[in-house]
């Protein structure tokens, strides 16, 4: 019954020319406009939500609700992409008072996990307005552009976010301090570190590189050195001892931008950016 009358409805609206149809393949719907007044589902089963994944309304493709179910949204599945030709990206967070008053932090971005039957935030960044005694709001215009971004993660044991940093006007805050959203002083100077001190940590020394296999051509000396993002060394790793030229393997160092690969304490490669927690590189001369 309701295919027949989804052909109803088509052919209806073929012979007023509201929409374009293609006899050939019978599965294309060109129209001028389409308006939903309820539900839009792309979805290859035709079901809203993946299977088993209702209550977390995890969707099987693409889902839109309009306020005619209470809250609108768009629901995506697996990747939003994105592609645009001379014209850089534009994501807007536009929001209002029902009286149509300002509303000083118009939207965020959440990261978020599954916890006692809900979703439960991990983290935040905000988009927000100053303050008024910052800038009063007869100096709010177009020019002025009287924002910042809010940074906020949860810590344990506690339901309200805690500000870690705001960034704006061309000044910063940072420290621990403010559950709900406040408690973090806004800056006053370019840097303002709040709640601690301040550590430097040179680049540590990292660990020995695991031989995952040699060609037995003759005793080898593998070792490491990490270097930071400016480019500072650290001292040599141990050695790992190979029994020919070798495949290594080793984790991540903190603070290493890439490695030098030392060999009999000649350093033969690198500095090498290579991506993964783990490591892997073999000795070119094999």
Same mark, same amino acid.
Do not use: C
């Given at each position: 019954?309701? +295919?027949?009358?989804?052909?109803? =409805?088509?052919?209806?609206?073929?012979?007023?020319g509201?929409?374009?149809?293609?006899?050939?393949?019978?599965?294309t719907? @060109?129209?001028?406009? /389409?308006?939903?007044?309820k539900?839009?589902? =792309?979805? +290859?089963?035709g079901?809203?939500w $993946?299977?088993?994944?209702?209550?977390?309304?995890?969707? #099987?493709?693409?889902?839109? #609700?309009?306020?005619?179910?209470g809250?609108?949204?768009?629901?995506? #599945?697996?990747?939003?992409?994105?592609? $645009?030709?001379d014209?850089?990206?534009?994501?807007?967070?536009? !929001?209002?008072?029902?009286?149509?008053t300002? #509303?000083?932090?118009?939207?965020?971005?959440?990261?978020?996990?599954?916890?006692?039957?809900?979703?439960?935030?991990?983290?935040?960044?905000?988009?927000?307005?100053?303050?008024?005694? @910052? =800038?009063?709001? +007869?100096?709010?215009?177009g020019?002025t552009?009287?924002?910042?971004?809010?940074?906020?993660?949860?810590?344990?044991?506690?339901?309200?976010? /805690?500000?870690?940093?705001?960034?704006?006007?061309?000044?910063?805050?940072?420290?621990?301090?403010?559950?709900?959203?406040?408690?973090?002083?806004?800056?006053?100077?370019?840097l303002?570190?709040?709640?601690g001190g301040?550590?430097?940590?040179?680049?540590?020394?990292?660990?020995?590189?695991?031989?995952? @296999? +040699?060609?037995?051509?003759? !005793?080898?000396?593998?070792?490491?050195?990490?270097?930071?993002?400016?480019?500072?060394?650290?001292?040599p790793s141990?050695?790992?001892?190979?029994?020919?030229?070798?495949?290594?393997k080793?984790?991540?160092?903190?603070?290493a931008?890439?490695?030098? =690969?030392?060999?009999?304490?000649a350093?033969?490669?690198?500095?090498?950016?290579?991506?993964?927690?783990?490591?892997?590189?073999?000795?070119?001369?094999?």
């Amino acid at each position: 019954m309701k +295919d027949r009358l989804v052909t109803i =409805v088509i052919s209806v609206a073929t012979t007023l020319g509201l929409i374009k149809a293609e006899p050939e393949s019978g599965k294309t719907l @060109e129209v001028d406009r /389409l308006i939903v007044r309820k539900e839009l589902i =792309v979805s +290859d089963t035709g079901e809203i939500w $993946e299977k088993g994944y209702e209550e977390h309304q995890i969707p #099987r493709g693409i889902y839109a #609700r309009t306020l005619d179910g209470g809250v609108a949204g768009l629901w995506v #599945r697996s990747r939003l992409i994105k592609g $645009e030709l001379d014209d850089p990206f534009d994501d807007r967070f536009h !929001a209002l008072e029902q009286d149509g008053t300002l #509303r000083r932090a118009p939207g965020h971005i959440s990261w978020n996990v599954w916890l006692d039957g809900a979703w439960r935030q991990m983290a935040i960044i905000q988009g927000e307005g100053l303050e008024l005694s @910052e =800038v009063p709001f +007869d100096e709010w215009d177009g020019g002025t552009h009287p924002g910042r971004l809010r940074f906020q993660t949860f810590r344990p044991g506690h339901q309200e976010p /805690l500000t870690d940093a705001l960034i704006g006007q061309g000044m910063m805050s940072i420290g621990g301090g403010g559950y709900g959203g406040g408690g973090l002083p806004y800056a006053g100077e370019v840097l303002q570190l709040w709640g601690g001190g301040m550590t430097q940590a040179g680049v540590p020394v990292p660990e020995p590189p695991v031989v995952v @296999e +040699d060609d037995g051509s003759g !005793a080898h000396a593998y070792a490491l050195i990490a270097v930071g993002p400016q480019g500072q060394r650290s001292a040599p790793s141990g050695e790992a001892q190979a029994s020919g030229l070798a495949s290594l393997k080793w984790g991540s160092s903190p603070g290493a931008d890439s490695y030098i =690969v030392l060999r009999d304490g000649a350093e033969i490669a690198g500095p090498l950016r290579i991506e993964g927690a783990q490591k892997r590189w073999t000795d070119p001369e094999r």
